[in-house]
């Protein structure tokens, strides 16, 4: 066997057997395989596709090109993934709500990817918070305080790790098998017995429509079928950014907000309906209207943000800074961005919104790119809001003068403002 004829193969939109899948991943997990015949296979992947087949052997191949982690001493553990998205912090408030709910939290998160942000990069803007702590710490997190988020250590799904990055550099994220391989392999690799997925879809998501984010849940449903693993997919609109804010220390200031009791109406659906359904597979609840009280009086007993305290500083975070949201990274300029006319917003586009972001520096243009911790944006008006001439639609935080000006004018071109009345819509699409 060798990569050659197996990139001939999926090039030539032939079906790739598991011995073949096997020799690519682990070959190029530990770097037989150079990053050009990776990219080709990937990119041939991505244009001619896998069967499901195909796509559940390179999921196993790939969460077993590390070690598997067993958290079974923990009993039911529930893990939370989301495909991605704008101003998506969901996970920042969700995990402190379910872990002081008594139902351990034990998460792999990742970093940004394309236009997306990624979790592990908002946590490092609590200055000390460690992300790249070793297994048997993140164990020990659990076991002690009940949660730990961590990033994808060297030693789990290490085969995803290159491929997440390779994918990045080369335009072959938005792929069905090349997703849903990621995404359940660190799954499985992570140890949690059950899991609840955010899928999500529209502009600013990598499945732009409902059909095909139906696709990708259907995948990931049936590959956590065959290992074992009860998996529910949540279907939800990334058409607008997530929430008021997008960028690392602006969503971690949000989340903790949100943990004290103000949490902007969308961003408290999405977090409720994706909680309720991680209480019922943990088997502490089977009424969802019941289980999103149960988070919502978290909250207010003050449980869900002493947990995110928790954490921030078993995991070495300098916790006045959440205590003092004025200590986490802040931006030189804070620049409104005013309305130019009157009327409602009808689009804010999620993924030019996210790329205004990266071109303020908050993501990552090339994989060895630093991120600025304190840019980003806040956004005043969201679809259906009304907005008078010269209001305020949001504010810019920049760290170059001469980049907040320029993102003013790329912020007004993701809005679309008209004369028509919008109604606001369910950020909830389908339960799968
Ligand atoms: N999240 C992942 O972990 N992998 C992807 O491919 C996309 C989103």
């Known amino acids: 066997m060798n990569i050659q004829e197996i990139i001939a193969k999926k090039r030539d939109k032939k079906e790739l057997t598991k011995e073949e899948i096997v020799y690519f991943v682990t070959?190029?997990?530990?770097?037989?395989?150079?990053d050009y015949q990776a990219a080709a296979l990937t990119m041939a992947i991505y244009i001619n596709g896998m069967n499901e087949e195909e796509t559940t052997n390179l999921t196993l191949a790939m969460a077993h090109s590390g070690d598997i982690l067993d958290l079974s001493g923990f009993g039911t553990v529930v893990d939370k993934h989301s495909t991605g998205g704008i101003g998506d912090k969901a996970t920042l408030i969700l995990a402190p709500i379910i872990a002081s709910l008594?139902?351990?939290?034990?998460?792999m998160s990742g970093r940004g990817l394309g236009y997306t942000g990624g979790t592990i990069d908002k946590l490092e803007s609590i200055s000390g918070y460690q992300t790249n702590i070793t297994i048997e710490e993140f164990r020990k997190n659990v076991g002690n305080i009940g949660i730990s988020l961590m990033g994808q250590t060297l030693n789990l799904a290490p085969a995803d790790k290159k491929l997440y990055a390779l994918r990045d550099t080369i335009a072959a994220t938005e792929s069905i098998p090349l997703i849903s391989s990621s995404i359940m392999?660190?799954?499985?690799?992570?140890?949690?017995?059950?899991?609840?997925?955010?899928?999500?879809?529209?502009?600013?998501?990598?499945?732009?429509?409902?059909?095909?984010?139906?696709?990708?849940?259907?995948?990931?449903?049936?590959?956590?079928?065959?290992?074992?693993?009860?998996?529910?997919?949540?279907?939800?609109s990334m058409e607008e950014p997530l929430g008021e804010s997008v960028g690392n220390s602006l969503e971690v200031i949000e989340a903790?907000?949100?943990?004290?009791?103000?949490?902007?109406?969308?961003?408290?659906?999405?977090?409720?309906?994706?909680?309720a359904y991680m209480i019922k597979l943990a088997g502490k609840g089977d009424n969802i209207e019941e289980n999103k009280q149960k988070m919502l009086t978290q909250i207010q007993k003050g449980e869900a943000f002493q947990k995110l305290k928790e954490l921030i500083q078993i995991q070495g975070g300098d916790i006045s800074c959440i205590e003092n949201l004025e200590l986490l990274p802040k931006a030189k300029y804070v620049m409104p961005v005013l309305a130019t006319e009157k009327g409602y917003v009808k689009t804010l586009d999620a993924k030019s919104v996210g790329e205004v972001s990266m071109y303020l520096g908050a993501g990552r243009m090339k994989k060895e790119d630093c991120?600025?911790?304190a840019v980003g944006i806040i956004l005043k008006k969201k679809i259906g809001d009304y907005v008078r001439e010269g209001e305020v639609l949001a504010y810019i935080h920049a760290n170059s003068e001469e980049k907040g000006k320029e993102a003013i004018n790329q912020l007004l071109n993701c809005y679309e403002i008209i004369e028509e009345r919008i109604e606001k819509k369910s950020g909830i699409l389908k339960v799968i």
């Open 256 to 275: 903790v907000q949100a943990l004290r009791g103000k949490m902007a109406a969308d961003v408290q659906e999405v977090v409720l309906t994706l909680g």
């Open 185 to 236: 392999s660190k799954k499985i690799a992570a140890g949690a017995n059950k899991i609840v997925l955010d899928v999500t879809c529209g502009s600013g998501a990598f499945m732009k429509s409902l059909s095909q984010a139906i696709q990708l849940a259907e995948t990931m449903k049936k590959i956590g079928e065959l290992a074992k693993k009860e998996t529910v997919c949540i279907i939800t």
């Open 102 to 107: 008594g139902i351990p939290v034990a998460k």
């Open 27 to 34: 070959n190029y997990t530990n770097g037989i395989i150079p």
């Open 371 to 373: 991120i600025d911790p």
